[in-house]
């Protein structure tokens, strides 16, 4: 038997499981069906999960062959959901003129994003907005840390390249 | 492309990593001197902080209730799967390679295996509607107790049962019917079918419990036919029954062809009677099987809450141990 009961697991995890899906596919439909799949995969294994686990990690692996697996089986051309990206700032940019920047620079960000190869994306998302350790992204793309880090550095160069050009809001609008 | 200075190409992975917060001690020392000295890449330090923060801002947001529908369709999910899930171990024992399942309702299935020692030699592979996969430690108490009682140093198995494997409500009720049956005892196919309410289902009841999915624990070796004769246990494994019958003090002879239960050593109990007879009590001895229940001991019977007779006196007249 695991640490907890499992229904711990669905409770601690599965939120953040499903935004990662959602902002991987871009599509809560697939979020949905990614999500349910994850969990149902991982209570399967959960007795044979090992005590000691990182439970987070392993939940992130199991999503993260699937989200593979979603984008293998089919070339899909992903359709940016409307309202899959969202604006989402603590900050209530100084002015106007600052918002309406931010919103643009942003949005290319996001199309920079969506158009990176799968595993670049991946794992930068992983490390970027789920603040995993490289050796957990490792395991979940099948590669090594040092790829990962890799894969997350060639994801910021092509934003940042993506952004030449465009003036960047300034620190203190997007902190 | 701009052609970079070496230095500034060569330090390019340190700088994005120390820019966004992903570097060591080491890495952001080297690159802060690295800094100091070129304005080129304190610009280009300053747009991937810029890219950094940036990032982090990025937020996927569900639509309304998308995120809640999601949840409660996962558990529903989940409890139809963890009502399918029945885990199993399978162990040796001295009947041969046994698997044992049990569900959240109880134990589901209990099978001699032959032709391997997997899943896949077990019936639970093919049974719809289930999910097996294999147990964890809290099936070793279960096969403890299972080679206990196999072994003659347990005498009941008090296990919560579930019946899904059942095939069908005349399954179920035969199967329940012989597991009233108490230890040390015997009654015939013909008995179960008139318990049960269908005198005349003697072949189905033997066809269902010939498909016991769980035996030993449903103690099917506890019935045998009207003649006395074992019959048949979960195929062709006749030796099993002889051997679960003989731990429970049961005594057995060559019959024509087949192992007989020495009916003259038993005590018996007639239908709709408490009390218990020995075997030469009036015409108890010459009544069909159909109609008695036959016990290995005195204790046995008194276990059940049976008297003994007040004309035959088998407490005055025991039957020798031999």
Not at chain 1, 47 to 53: F, H, K, T, W
Not at chain 1, 148 to 156: E, I, K, N, T
Not at chain 2, 148 to 156: F, K, L, S, V
Not at chain 2, 291 to 315: H, I, N, Q
Request: charged share 25%; with cysteine.
């Amino acid at each position: 038997m695991g640490l907890q009961p499992f229904e711990a697991v669905v409770a601690a995890h599965h939120a953040e499981i499903y935004r990662y899906l959602m902002r991987v596919t871009s599509r809560s439909g697939e979020a949905d069906d990614l999500s349910q799949e994850t969990f149902l995969r991982a209570y399967r294994a959960w007795e044979g999960l090992d005590q000691d686990a990182n439970v987070r990690a392993w939940l992130f692996t199991i999503a993260t062959n699937l989200a593979r697996n979603y984008f293998r089986s089919e070339s899909r051309r992903r359709r940016a959901y409307a309202g899959a990206w969202d604006a989402h700032s603590d900050v209530d940019p100084a002015s106007p003129e600052e918002e309406r920047r931010f919103h643009e620079t942003r949005a290319l960000v996001e199309r920079v994003v969506d158009g990176l190869p799968v595993k670049q994306r991946l794992a930068f998302i992983l490390r970027k907005l789920h603040d995993l350790e490289y050796d957990a992204i490792g395991r979940s793309l099948s590669c090594s840390p040092e790829s990962a880090r890799a894969h997350v550095f060639q994801a910021l160069k092509k934003i940042r390249l993506g952004l030449n050009g465009h003036p960047l809001p300034t620190m203190e609008s997007v902190r | 492309m701009t052609t970079k200075h070496p230095s500034c190409r060569a330090i390019e992975l340190e700088l994005v990593a120390t820019a966004t917060g992903d570097a060591d001690a080491r890495s952001a020392e080297r690159v802060r001197q690295h800094l100091g000295g070129c304005a080129e890449c304190r610009e280009e330090f300053g747009r991937y902080r810029a890219v950094d923060a940036l990032t982090r801002t990025l937020r996927a947001v569900p639509p309304p209730d998308a995120l809640a529908q999601s949840r409660a369709g996962l558990e529903s999910r989940l409890a139809d799967l963890k009502h399918r899930r029945v885990t199993y171990r399978i162990f040796p024992s001295p009947l041969g390679h046994i698997l044992i399942g049990r569900s959240e309702d109880g134990i589901a299935v209990i099978e001699y295996l032959h032709g391997g020692n997997t899943l896949g030699a077990s019936r639970l592979a093919r049974v719809e509607g289930v999910e097996a996969v294999p147990g964890g430690p809290e099936l070793e108490r279960l096969e403890r107790e299972l080679l206990d009682y196999i072994a003659g140093r347990r005498r009941a198995l008090d296990w919560a049962l579930d019946w899904r494997l059942a095939r069908s409500d005349f399954e179920r009720a035969v199967l329940e019917a012989t597991a009233a049956i108490p230890y040390g005892a015997v009654a015939s196919y013909a008995g179960v079918a008139r318990r049960i309410g269908k005198p005349s289902a003697v072949r189905a009841v033997a066809q269902a419990l010939r498909w016991n999915p769980l035996p030993i624990v449903v103690p099917c070796h506890r019935v045998i036919g009207t003649s006395g004769q074992l019959t048949g246990y979960a195929g062709d494994k006749l030796t099993l029954k002889q051997r679960l019958l003989s731990v429970e003090g049961i005594k057995l002879r060559p019959g024509r062809g087949d192992l007989s239960i020495a009916r003259d050593a038993m005590y018996a109990l007639g239908e709709g009677e408490t009390e218990y007879c020995l075997p030469t009590c009036g015409s108890i001895g010459t009544r069909s099987l159909a109609l008695l229940t036959l016990f290995a001991s005195r204790a046995d019977a008194e276990a059940r809450g049976l008297r003994p007779c007040t004309s035959c006196r088998p407490d005055l007249h025991p039957l020798s141990a031999a």
